[in-house]
């Protein structure tokens, strides 16, 4: 069983940055989340994948957040982050964080496919 707490979602202006943090909270030493993901979901969307990292600390970003986003962990500490520059308008969504023990590199991105997921952090961006 594992608990994903999203936090750092706000309102900026395009151009701007943010940065969302997961936090995680495993309750057995067997629970070994080894894959992690940022996923987000605009009003009348589906959810889609934002950014996923396996745990070989090798990211996987969608094209349209690629040069923009990055995804980083810090599994000592049981962190997730997102660094979220240049935003744009199109970004604003629902952003969520999910934790998987096992998955097929092509679902990285695949909400779907993910089976442990937060509540959500809300992300607005003005133009």
């Known amino acids: 069983m594992v608990q994903l707490v999203e936090s750092g979602g706000d309102s900026v202006q395009a151009g701007g940055s943010l940065r969302l943090t997961c936090k995680i909270s495993?309750?057995?030493?067997?629970?070994?989340?080894?894959?992690m993901g940022w996923f987000r979901q605009a009003p009348g969307k589906e959810r889609e994948g934002v950014a996923a990292i396996n745990t070989e600390n090798t990211p996987v970003y969608a094209a349209s957040v690629r040069g923009r986003f990055a995804i980083s962990r810090d599994s000592a500490d049981n962190t997730l982050y997102l660094q979220m520059n240049n935003l744009k308008p199109e970004d604003t969504a629902m952003y969520y964080c999910a934790a998987d023990r096992n998955l097929r590199k092509e679902w990285y991105l695949l909400a779907s496919k993910w089976a442990s997921w937060g509540q959500g952090t809300q992300v607005t961006v003005s133009s």
């Open positions: 495993t309750y057995t030493w067997t629970n070994e989340y080894n894959y």
